[in-house]
């Protein structure tokens, strides 16, 4: 394989930034872009041999469009901080041709922990993301939300995943959902998206059982149950707050809810 760099974005991330860089020594170059930590998070990225910078937030995308920018090498390989390599994964991309086997871009699978264990079924595994590719063929698209990378080129998926350290606790993941329905809702708002009943009040129950029956997220005991009902949760909330920004006060909310569901 060409030389690589690792690309991280990071803010107060010293709780597990130091897992993510010490299964990256083997890598060319660690580059991280961080948005303000108030903790140790530089200070530990430093220790590691990563070239810090330090940028005012201006979405997931564009930070990461940022790093890739300041990337030497020929390929990139873009991680979150709570993303950890696997010794597996590292050599299954170190034994990449040089060629990169005619590809651009690689995806790879997250096995994403929750509360502590990793959740395995209900249509969370294995969430391909690409993830390695080629400096000069990709970069992330500057949406505000769900970024993911543009590739020039084909793209192969690698066998072995990456760790996914998400949510350590019930109350870290309800802030998470409460930060990004507020992405998710200004985005549907100004695509002029119209909440109905359905998508309030129905379509959360719907993504509920299907990911929690019928992709069997029961079987991964009450980690799965809580993800569900929250992630369930978090289809409602992006609703009412469209409505919210379209102007409605909170007691008429529900009334046109029902209204629309007629």
Known sequence: MQKISAVIITKDEEKIIARCLDCLQWVDEIIVIDSGSTDNTMK??????????SREWAGYARQKNFGIAKAKNGWVLSLDA????????????????????????FFIARKN???GRWLRFGGIYPDHQLRLFKKQAGKYDEVDLHECVGIKGETGTLKNPVMHYTKDSIH?????VNKYTELEAKRL???GHIPTGYSALIKPKFYFLKHYIFKLGFLDGWQGFACHV???MYVFM??????EKQGMGK????????KRTG
């Open 238 to 243: 992006t609703e009412i707050k469209v409505m």
């Open 230 to 232: 929250i992630s369930s």
């Open 189 to 191: 708002f100004e695509k």
């Open 113 to 115: 922990i929750y509360y």
């Open 82 to 105: 709570d993303e950890i390599m696997t010794d597996e994964l590292a050599d299954e991309i170190k034994n990449i041709p040089d060629s990169g086997a005619g590809k651009a871009g």
């Open 172 to 176: 870290e993941h309800i802030e998470f």
């Open 251 to 258: 007691i008429h909310l529900l009334k046109t809810l029902l």
């Open 44 to 53: 530990i990225a430093r220790q590691y041999g990563a070239k810090v910078y």
